[in-house]
């Protein structure tokens, strides 16, 4: 089982849709957790931390499921905007502190 | 306060010669990453540095890649006898504190599109 897995999609949703994503990670020990966003190949930013209650910050909310060890990102009322390849990423724990990236979900809202 | 710096953003090389990129961290960023981006790929971990210490570089290639961080001045990936696999985005990453501290995300500089002939 790889590290970390993505659907690399894409998902082409209408404006105003809802959209999910998960991430699924095989190392039971990780911790800390994120998405970001990287747009046409520039650089990824942080979009948002994932914490175990679960946690939203506007049309986004993230959720974390330890026990079955994948995290998710609902992009609700989607604009144009949020069209981007969206990334997990976590630190395997276990001594390692290396921040590890999936492969990224393309996200396509059009009109 | 100047973001992640990276240059050049595009270097073009041809094969056999050396590719030497830069990375300036965020002023008070001690901890930089060094990742790898193919096309239609996700980023890959080279290497992790701190200030003149190499911390991990299980992601780099044994031979040809070589890293540094020194005390004054940007840090450096440099490339020797590049081929043409070794054309990609090249992305580097700081933070204040070691990934896994209480201050970890990652901020990220706009990356060098290496470019082998």
């Known amino acids: 089982r790889k590290e970390v897995e993505q659907d690399p999609g894409p998902f082409n949703v209408p404006e105003g849709a809802t959209v999910a994503f998960n991430c699924t990670y095989s190392n039971s020990a990780s911790q800390s957790f994120f998405w970001y966003r990287q747009d046409c190949r520039k650089e990824p930013k942080l979009l948002m931390s994932v914490y175990s209650s679960g946690n939203e910050d506007g049309r986004f909310t993230a959720q974390l499921n330890r026990a079955s060890q994948y995290i998710s990102l609902l992009i609700r009322d989607s604009k144009l905007s949020d069209s981007a390849t969206y990334l997990c990423v976590f630190l395997p724990g276990g001594g390692s502190y290396i921040p590890t990236f999936g492969r990224g979900t393309s996200l396509i809202v059009h009109p | 306060n100047a973001g992640v710096m990276q240059n050049p953003r595009h270097l073009v090389r041809r094969r056999g010669q050396e590719a030497r990129l830069r990375c300036s961290p965020m002023k008070g960023h001690s901890h930089v990453y060094w990742y790898r981006q193919l096309p239609e790929e996700g980023l890959k971990f080279m290497v992790y540095l701190q200030k003149e210490n190499i911390i991990d570089e299980s992601g780099m290639p044994k031979e040809r890649f070589s890293a540094e961080f020194p005390k004054e001045g940007p840090s450096i990936l440099r490339i020797q006898q590049v081929v043409r696999g070794d054309s990609a985005a090249y992305f580097c990453?700081?933070?204040?504190?070691?990934?896994?501290?209480?201050?970890?995300?990652?901020?990220f500089g706009s990356g060098t599109q290496l470019s082998v002939l």
């Open positions: 990453a700081s933070s204040p504190d070691a990934a896994g501290g209480t201050n970890e995300k990652l901020f």
